[in-house]
């Protein structure tokens, strides 16, 4: 049974910070590129930072440089560190594989007040 389980989401002011996790169970996480995913209100799900098996990162213009994607292959996690938020950031997040493999789970809210 594979299961994604994202925590961390929170409710803060614009320009503040929140680091989001996302626990995989039932993979073998060292051998999947993966990634962060979000879905805004009104708007289709967009990737937007992956991180490699290698640790190579990459991210969506709208987040370089604000957010930081991470993992761990011995705690089987990856990170997402949020910095500089802006009310354009408020949305579910999801972590998944990237390609992507795996069925969603519950995400993590995240809302970034004006």
């Known amino acids: 049974q594979v299961q994604l389980v994202e925590s961390g989401g929170g409710w803060v002011h614009t320009g503040g910070s929140l680091n989001l996790s996302c626990a995989t169970f039932g993979i073998i996480f060292r051998l999947y590129d993966m990634g962060w995913y979000r879905q805004a209100p009104g708007k289709q799900r967009e990737l937007v930072a992956s991180?490699?098996?290698?640790?190579?990162?990459n991210y969506a213009d709208s987040v370089k440089g604000r957010f930081t994607i991470s993992r761990s292959n011995t705690k089987n996690m990856v990170y997402l560190q949020m910095n500089s938020l802006r009310p354009e950031d408020t949305a579910v997040y999801y972590c998944n594989s990237d390609p992507l493999s795996f069925s969603w789970g519950q995400g993590t809210q995240v809302i970034v007040s004006s």
């Open positions: 991180i490699t098996r290698s640790e190579e990162t």
